[in-house]
């Protein structure tokens, strides 16, 4: 049976598009960890990979940039790193810049994982495009009638 959406609920429409949008990101983040575990990485490897291999070039990726561009604590990135290592996706090497600093360097073993697991993801990508656009447009739309109405509201 279906509910009924709630009367007078003047964001109902903002939480169905965000509800849709954040059900494209999840259909996309779910065939990206399954796309990982079929590589023979765990997720959270696949992450650290893509975000070391994707760093600007300005940038040493060190365990604390890892940590922060993953969003996790840099104990978690550290033992996430070492399992890597260990597995030959990543090796640590001394910044030349600051001797103090350790970087982390995609091995070519991990760059053709990587590449692999790319090109899944680009096709993935592809497919849900049209859906993950037309959802972010309905958000979009939505967060413009909000403020509007906002205002309205706060107009005597």
Do not use: W
């Not at 954040?22 to 975000?51: I, K, N, V, Y």
């Not at 890597?84 to 640590?92: A, D, I, N, S, V």
């Not at 600093?101 to 090109?119: E, N």
């Amino acid at each position: 049976m279906r509910r009924s959406a709630t009367k007078g609920d003047p964001n109902q429409s903002l939480h169905q598009a965000l509800a849709e949008f954040r059900h494209q990101l999840r259909t996309f983040l779910l065939a990206s960890e399954d796309a990982a575990h079929q590589a023979g990485l765990h997720p959270q490897q696949h992450q650290l990979l893509l975000a070391v291999a994707g760093a600007p070039p300005q940038v040493s990726p060190s365990i604390a940039y890892a940590a922060e561009r993953l969003g996790l604590k840099h104990n978690s990135v550290v033992e996430l790193v070492d399992r890597c290592e260990k597995e030959g996706f990543l090796q640590r090497k001394i910044d030349p810049k600051d001797r103090r600093r350790v970087c982390l360097q995609v091995t070519s073993q991990g760059r053709r994982v990587l590449d692999r697991l790319s090109q899944v993801h680009l096709q993935e990508l592809n497919s849900l495009a049209p859906h993950l656009i037309a959802a972010l447009q309905h958000v979009l739309k939505n967060e413009v009638k909000t403020k509007q109405n906002s205002r309205r509201q706060k107009t005597p």
